[in-house]
């Protein structure tokens, strides 16, 4: 591969850098990339505009089940991987870049035949319509402002178990109930770590009381509505005595 050919293809990559949330941010392969376009360029686009207006308003999780509902799993696979691209970058650019690739690049016409790359074309200009997607915009956002606002809370744990307390002459004399909150978390530079707190009955009374509240606040604030067309929700009042 020519040195122009290795200079267009990293044009071409620059503009697929996609947000990934487990690695936060990563660039594609280009070789997984080309074989979803690939399997981009394969399907019909009568089924897929059907499944992209079905996933529009819906959440991340359900958009993302009814992908994987609608086609086989490397199909979806590939179908999703996509979807965070096109939501991360301008379509149109993207088309006219992966353009001007094929036709520079023999490493990029050869990852696309011809008569793949026809109907591509014709369905990324029918599609590009729908991107960015809001489901995949707002969980981006989400995941963002989760990682960047503290520690992402990943296991937790409550072991009650009983430890025997000996007299002087090794006779157990007592047992001592104890109840130990494990407590598994990811920091900000990825770092996986524990905390382990040995609770009494009252710390779990007082912990347990405390979640009930933050629960009401919760509902609290999931009830106030923000400004729709000149109408504002009213949140529910929830006694948190």
Same mark, same amino acid.
């Given at each position: 591969?020519?040195?122009?050919?290795?200079?267009?293809?990293?044009?071409?990559?620059?503009?697929?850098?996609?947000?990934?949330?487990?690695?936060?941010?990563?660039?594609?392969?280009?070789?997984?990339?080309?074989?979803?376009?690939?399997?981009?360029?394969?399907?019909?686009?009568?089924?897929?505009?059907?499944?992209?207006?079905?996933?529009?308003?819906?959440?991340? #999780? *359900?958009?993302? &089940? =009814?992908?994987?509902?609608?086609?086989?799993?490397?199909?979806?696979?590939? $179908?999703?991987? /996509?979807?965070?691209?096109?939501?991360?970058?301008?379509?149109?650019?993207?088309?006219?870049?992966?353009?001007?690739?094929?036709?520079?690049?023999?490493?990029?016409?050869?990852?696309?035949?011809?008569?793949?790359?026809?109907?591509?074309?014709?369905?990324?200009?029918?599609?590009?319509?729908?991107?960015?997607?809001?489901?995949?915009?707002?969980?981006?956002?989400?995941?963002?402002?989760?990682?960047?606002?503290?520690?992402?809370?990943?296991?937790? #744990? *409550?072991?009650? &178990? =009983?430890?025997?307390?000996?007299?002087?002459?090794?006779?157990?004399?007592? $047992?001592?109930? /104890?109840?130990?909150?494990?407590?598994?978390?990811?920091?900000?530079?990825?770092?996986?770590?524990?905390?382990?707190?040995?609770?009494?009955?009252?710390?779990?009374?007082?912990?347990?009381?405390?979640?009930?509240?933050?629960?009401?606040?919760?509902?609290?604030?999931?009830?106030?509505?923000?400004?729709?067309?000149?109408?504002?929700?009213?949140?529910?009042?929830?006694?948190?005595?």
């Amino acid at each position: 591969m020519c040195f122009k050919e290795q200079f267009s293809i990293i044009v071409l990559l620059k503009c697929v850098h996609i947000i990934d949330m487990s690695n936060k941010s990563v660039s594609m392969p280009s070789s997984l990339m080309f074989n979803d376009l690939r399997v981009l360029g394969s399907l019909s686009l009568e089924r897929l505009e059907n499944v992209l207006c079905r996933i529009q308003p819906k959440s991340f #999780d *359900i958009a993302k &089940d =009814i992908v994987f509902a609608e086609y086989a799993e490397q199909e979806a696979s590939a $179908l999703w991987r /996509l979807f965070d691209v096109f939501s991360a970058v301008v379509v149109g650019d993207f088309i006219e870049e992966l353009a001007s690739t094929r036709v520079e690049s023999s490493f990029v016409s050869g990852s696309i035949p011809q008569d793949i790359w026809q109907n591509l074309v014709s369905t990324l200009c029918s599609i590009k319509r729908f991107f960015p997607l809001r489901c995949i915009e707002m969980h981006i956002q989400r995941e963002r402002f989760r990682m960047l606002t503290g520690n992402t809370l990943r296991t937790t #744990d *409550i072991i009650c &178990d =009983i430890r025997p307390i000996f007299d002087s002459f090794a006779s157990v004399v007592g $047992l001592v109930p /104890l109840t130990t909150l494990k407590i598994g978390y990811r920091t900000q530079e990825e770092d996986d770590k524990f905390l382990e707190l040995v609770l009494s009955k009252e710390h779990l009374d007082n912990l347990a009381a405390k979640i009930e509240t933050a629960k009401k606040e919760l509902d609290v604030l999931s009830g106030v509505g923000f400004a729709y067309k000149g109408q504002a929700k009213q949140p529910k009042k929830i006694d948190l005595r």
